[in-house]
């Protein structure tokens, strides 16, 4: 069970690419798919990798994504 | 409600009209204060400095008449009542901030001394030219209120006057003064602080969640806020909607725009202010304005002496124009006669609200001192004819 | 939209909320930022410090200017203030006199606080008064389509210089350190954990707080310069970056292609203003100095 979660707002995600590149485990790539704008949003690849840090979070200039820890 | 008697400066004084401007300020309330210096108006911010520490409040000399013009309307959203003080040149560079003013809805006060210009101009010798560009000066469709003393008392009372109108409209105030009376000494009486009205800032009765900051009340103007009382409020300069949010599209301009100008419609009949003398027969009429209103008082005298039926008709609120108070005027006397110390700007008023059913004589000067009253008086006795 | 192929293959919390939604006007949603425009991640940033701050949210104020990144103050969920072009500063600083309860900040682009806002960060700054200002340096005029700003490169094309800008390019913390600022600080939209450190360290600083921001404008500045998008900006700070907190602003210039100096470059306590201002007529005027009550409830 992975320490963090993501959670994308696909719709308002206009696919800069910033998540996928800064996130520190490679948890996200961008999808194949498209959001009714036409972009590619991110998905997770590697959920089990993801530690809740939220720099994709911090990165993201349209406030799409966010991570945050499970709590214990 | 009453003036705070901490700014009260209570008595019988002998005053030039700038000073007697900044006593006026503090009686109204004023607290704070941006000012640039400027010929011939500096006295106002220079006693407002030395004034202001003794009585609670701040004075700041600011870098340009840019910074002045808008750091006042930052103290006015953070609640304070402010004012800043310029002539000719600085009121130029403060256009854009004056509509800004107007756009934002901030009651605030902007005072012109006027000098002589255009541009560098006669710094210390007065005029009358910044008339039209007070109504005008900044782009866009918008409205403010200017007020003219005529005299040192004037400049305290109608001071005051500015900014209760000011809170009253949501609108900024032009004190439109000149050098000759900002700088001439007279007897000021200061009643004391319990005899002075001043109208307090209208903050929002609704709370927050409800309240909408440009959403009209009364009379169309919206209450007012200041930041720091857990409204979340935003103030933008750009064409916006009741909420304040801009709202860039045909519907809300128009709504905006209009509401803007009409809300100091009143000002065009009912609330002008102005000081007449004997209408009842008059066949002229001397329609003037600040320091010539002093000189055309002595035309007038010499006028009625020599059998001419002669009224006086004092512009105190200048914008927006009492239109319809000269228009009535109009349909019964034979001619209007406005000296101004300019080359011609509040006659194109008068011959606008008279509408050609009366003569509109022009007594033009192009400024640097007054007008000599034989000169007003020969265009009076003329116009009669 | 493809929904098996963006299926979350786990459970997020029911709580879980994006940390920036509650400083955001939510109903303004989305903004007008260009894509890899990283104004928005600014803003994450400047929400993080915030929340780490403990801020009191109904005495922060944000003010800014003209332009993309003035653009903040709508869409942040504060008493905010969306002035004239350049004068974002002297309106805090009115705003700042008349209730020093309140936190205010600036936010606003290099054009509008450095070009015609230059005069009035100078005195600002000399004057140290207690603002902070956060400067998002895209290098160019976005808003109106391009043009040169005092901190595009040297060889860059503009809209307004076609073959290459030939101006000196400004250096924002050198100006700052040298007018007076208390706290000069730079770095890029990658840097975001130092960022978002001192945005919260300024909020507990007295006195003219500056941070630059470096951040890319893909639609104008990176396109016309043949420099790829956003995200190619992002990866270009990542590489040509050098950290060196307290380097001499001096030495901190930028260029097109070259080394990007970032770090805290100055941070010293000094009194502000109003500090300044009432010491003196306190010693002026002794018993007669009566402390400013500039704002007024409705009882004035």
Same mark, same amino acid.
């Given at each position: 069970m992975a320490k963090g979660f993501v959670a994308i707002t696909a719709e308002r995600c206009k696919g800069c690419g910033f998540c996928v590149e800064f996130c520190p485990t490679h948890v996200l790539a961008l999808s194949s798919a498209f959001n009714s704008k036409g972009y590619h949003p991110p998905h997770i690849v590697?959920?089990?990798?993801?530690?809740?840090?939220d720099l994709c979070g911090m990165y993201c200039p349209d406030f799409a994504i966010f991570g945050g820890r499970y709590a214990r | 409600m009453h003036a705070d008697p901490r700014g009260v400066l209570t008595g019988v004084h002998f005053l030039d009209g700038d000073h007697a401007c900044c006593e006026g300020t503090l009686a109204a309330g004023a607290r704070f204060a941006a000012g640039y210096p400027i010929t011939p108006s500096t006295e106002v911010v220079e006693r407002f400095a030395s004034r202001i520490p003794t009585v609670g409040g701040l004075f700041i000399q600011m870098e340009d008449e840019l910074a002045a013009s808008i750091t006042l309307q930052g103290a006015v959203w953070g609640g304070a009542k402010a004012f800043t003080v310029t002539s000719g040149p600085g009121f130029s560079l403060m256009m854009e901030h004056i509509g800004y003013a107007a756009m934002t809805e901030t009651p605030c006060v902007f005072v012109n001394v006027q000098r002589g210009g255009p541009s560098t101009g006669l710094p210390t010798l007065p005029a009358q030219a910044d008339m039209m560009q007070a109504r005008w000066g900044s782009h866009g469709d918008y409205g403010i209120i200017a007020l003219c003393p005529n005299s040192p008392q004037e400049c305290f009372d109608l001071t005051i006057t500015g900014f209760n109108l000011s809170e009253e409209f949501r609108v900024p105030v032009m004190m439109m003064l000149d050098e000759c009376v900002g700088h001439m000494t007279e007897k000021v009486v200061i009643p004391p602080a319990e005899q002075i009205e001043v109208t307090p800032r209208? /903050?929002?009765?609704k709370p927050p969640g409800e309240f909408r900051l440009f959403e009209p009340g009364e009379n169309q103007v919206p209450e007012m806020l200041r930041a720091g009382d857990g409204y979340r409020f935003h103030v933008t300069g750009l064409t916006h909607d009741e909420r304040g949010y801009p709202s860039m599209n045909v519907e809300t301009q128009d709504k905006l725009v209009r509401r803007l100008l009409d809300k100091l419609k009143p000002f065009e009949n009912g609330r002008a202010l102005c000081e007449t003398e004997g /209408?009842?027969?008059?066949?002229v009429v001397v329609v003037s304005y600040g320091i010539t209103s002093r000189v055309a008082q002595r035309a007038l005298q010499m006028a009625r002496e020599q059998g001419v039926r002669a009224g006086k008709f004092r512009i105190i609120s200048a914008w927006p124009f009492p239109v319809q108070r000269i228009a009535e005027l109009a349909g019964r006397v034979k001619a209007f006669v406005v000296p101004e110390l300019n080359m011609g700007q509040m006659v194109h008023e008068v011959e606008r609200a008279a509408a050609g059913k009366a003569k509109v004589v022009h007594v033009p000067h192009a400024g640097g001192t007054v007008h000599n009253p034989d000169v007003i008086l020969k265009a009076i006795v003329e116009a009669a004819r | 939209m493809n929904e098996a192929t963006l299926e979350i293959p786990y459970e997020i919390p029911e709580d879980a909320r994006n940390p920036v939604e509650p400083f955001l006007r939510m109903d303004r949603m989305p903004h007008i930022w260009c894509p890899a425009c990283g104004i928005g991640t600014t803003v994450n940033c400047f929400t993080r410090a915030l929340i780490e701050s403990k801020a009191n949210l109904d005495k922060v104020a944000i003010v800014s200017g003209i332009g993309c990144t003035g653009r903040v103050a709508g869409y942040a969920q504060l008493d905010s203030f969306h002035t004239t072009h350049g004068r974002a500063i002297p309106f805090a600083t009115g705003l700042k006199l008349a209730n020093p309860e309140l936190q205010v900040v600036v936010y606003s682009g290099d054009g509008d606080l450095f070009a015609i806002g230059g005069n009035h960060f100078i005195h600002a700054a000399r004057r140290n008064m207690d603002l902070k200002v956060i400067c998002v340096n895209n290098m160019i005029y976005a808003m109106t389509g391009g043009q040169t700003a005092p901190t595009t490169p040297v060889t860059a094309v503009s809209s307004t210089a076609p073959y290459g800008v030939s101006e000196p390019t400004f250096n924002l913390v050198a100006l700052a350190e040298a007018a007076g600022a208390s706290y000069v600080a730079r770095w890029t939209t990658y840097h975001v954990k130092q960022l978002a450190r001192s945005m919260q360290e300024i909020l507990s600083r007295k006195g003219f707080c500056f941070i630059e921001v470096l951040s890319p404008c893909p639609t104008l500045y990176q396109r016309r310069n043949k420099m790829g998008d956003g995200l190619d900006a992002m990866k270009d700070y990542k590489a040509k970056s050098k950290i060196r907190n307290?380097?001499?602003?001096?030495?901190?210039e930028l260029s097109k292609e070259g080394e990007i100096v970032v770090g805290k470059f100055v941070d010293r306590e000094r009194p502000d203003y109003l500090e300044v201002l009432k010491a003196q007529l306190h010693q002026s005027l002794g018993e007669r100095y009566i402390e400013p009550e500039v704002s007024c409830c409705s009882e004035c």
């Amino acid at each position: 069970m992975a320490k963090g979660f993501v959670a994308i707002t696909a719709e308002r995600c206009k696919g800069c690419g910033f998540c996928v590149e800064f996130c520190p485990t490679h948890v996200l790539a961008l999808s194949s798919a498209f959001n009714s704008k036409g972009y590619h949003p991110p998905h997770i690849v590697a959920s089990e990798k993801c530690s809740g840090c939220d720099l994709c979070g911090m990165y993201c200039p349209d406030f799409a994504i966010f991570g945050g820890r499970y709590a214990r | 409600m009453h003036a705070d008697p901490r700014g009260v400066l209570t008595g019988v004084h002998f005053l030039d009209g700038d000073h007697a401007c900044c006593e006026g300020t503090l009686a109204a309330g004023a607290r704070f204060a941006a000012g640039y210096p400027i010929t011939p108006s500096t006295e106002v911010v220079e006693r407002f400095a030395s004034r202001i520490p003794t009585v609670g409040g701040l004075f700041i000399q600011m870098e340009d008449e840019l910074a002045a013009s808008i750091t006042l309307q930052g103290a006015v959203w953070g609640g304070a009542k402010a004012f800043t003080v310029t002539s000719g040149p600085g009121f130029s560079l403060m256009m854009e901030h004056i509509g800004y003013a107007a756009m934002t809805e901030t009651p605030c006060v902007f005072v012109n001394v006027q000098r002589g210009g255009p541009s560098t101009g006669l710094p210390t010798l007065p005029a009358q030219a910044d008339m039209m560009q007070a109504r005008w000066g900044s782009h866009g469709d918008y409205g403010i209120i200017a007020l003219c003393p005529n005299s040192p008392q004037e400049c305290f009372d109608l001071t005051i006057t500015g900014f209760n109108l000011s809170e009253e409209f949501r609108v900024p105030v032009m004190m439109m003064l000149d050098e000759c009376v900002g700088h001439m000494t007279e007897k000021v009486v200061i009643p004391p602080a319990e005899q002075i009205e001043v109208t307090p800032r209208r /903050l929002a009765t609704k709370p927050p969640g409800e309240f909408r900051l440009f959403e009209p009340g009364e009379n169309q103007v919206p209450e007012m806020l200041r930041a720091g009382d857990g409204y979340r409020f935003h103030v933008t300069g750009l064409t916006h909607d009741e909420r304040g949010y801009p709202s860039m599209n045909v519907e809300t301009q128009d709504k905006l725009v209009r509401r803007l100008l009409d809300k100091l419609k009143p000002f065009e009949n009912g609330r002008a202010l102005c000081e007449t003398e004997g /209408l009842e027969d008059a066949e002229v009429v001397v329609v003037s304005y600040g320091i010539t209103s002093r000189v055309a008082q002595r035309a007038l005298q010499m006028a009625r002496e020599q059998g001419v039926r002669a009224g006086k008709f004092r512009i105190i609120s200048a914008w927006p124009f009492p239109v319809q108070r000269i228009a009535e005027l109009a349909g019964r006397v034979k001619a209007f006669v406005v000296p101004e110390l300019n080359m011609g700007q509040m006659v194109h008023e008068v011959e606008r609200a008279a509408a050609g059913k009366a003569k509109v004589v022009h007594v033009p000067h192009a400024g640097g001192t007054v007008h000599n009253p034989d000169v007003i008086l020969k265009a009076i006795v003329e116009a009669a004819r | 939209m493809n929904e098996a192929t963006l299926e979350i293959p786990y459970e997020i919390p029911e709580d879980a909320r994006n940390p920036v939604e509650p400083f955001l006007r939510m109903d303004r949603m989305p903004h007008i930022w260009c894509p890899a425009c990283g104004i928005g991640t600014t803003v994450n940033c400047f929400t993080r410090a915030l929340i780490e701050s403990k801020a009191n949210l109904d005495k922060v104020a944000i003010v800014s200017g003209i332009g993309c990144t003035g653009r903040v103050a709508g869409y942040a969920q504060l008493d905010s203030f969306h002035t004239t072009h350049g004068r974002a500063i002297p309106f805090a600083t009115g705003l700042k006199l008349a209730n020093p309860e309140l936190q205010v900040v600036v936010y606003s682009g290099d054009g509008d606080l450095f070009a015609i806002g230059g005069n009035h960060f100078i005195h600002a700054a000399r004057r140290n008064m207690d603002l902070k200002v956060i400067c998002v340096n895209n290098m160019i005029y976005a808003m109106t389509g391009g043009q040169t700003a005092p901190t595009t490169p040297v060889t860059a094309v503009s809209s307004t210089a076609p073959y290459g800008v030939s101006e000196p390019t400004f250096n924002l913390v050198a100006l700052a350190e040298a007018a007076g600022a208390s706290y000069v600080a730079r770095w890029t939209t990658y840097h975001v954990k130092q960022l978002a450190r001192s945005m919260q360290e300024i909020l507990s600083r007295k006195g003219f707080c500056f941070i630059e921001v470096l951040s890319p404008c893909p639609t104008l500045y990176q396109r016309r310069n043949k420099m790829g998008d956003g995200l190619d900006a992002m990866k270009d700070y990542k590489a040509k970056s050098k950290i060196r907190n307290g380097a001499p602003t001096t030495e901190c210039e930028l260029s097109k292609e070259g080394e990007i100096v970032v770090g805290k470059f100055v941070d010293r306590e000094r009194p502000d203003y109003l500090e300044v201002l009432k010491a003196q007529l306190h010693q002026s005027l002794g018993e007669r100095y009566i402390e400013p009550e500039v704002s007024c409830c409705s009882e004035c």
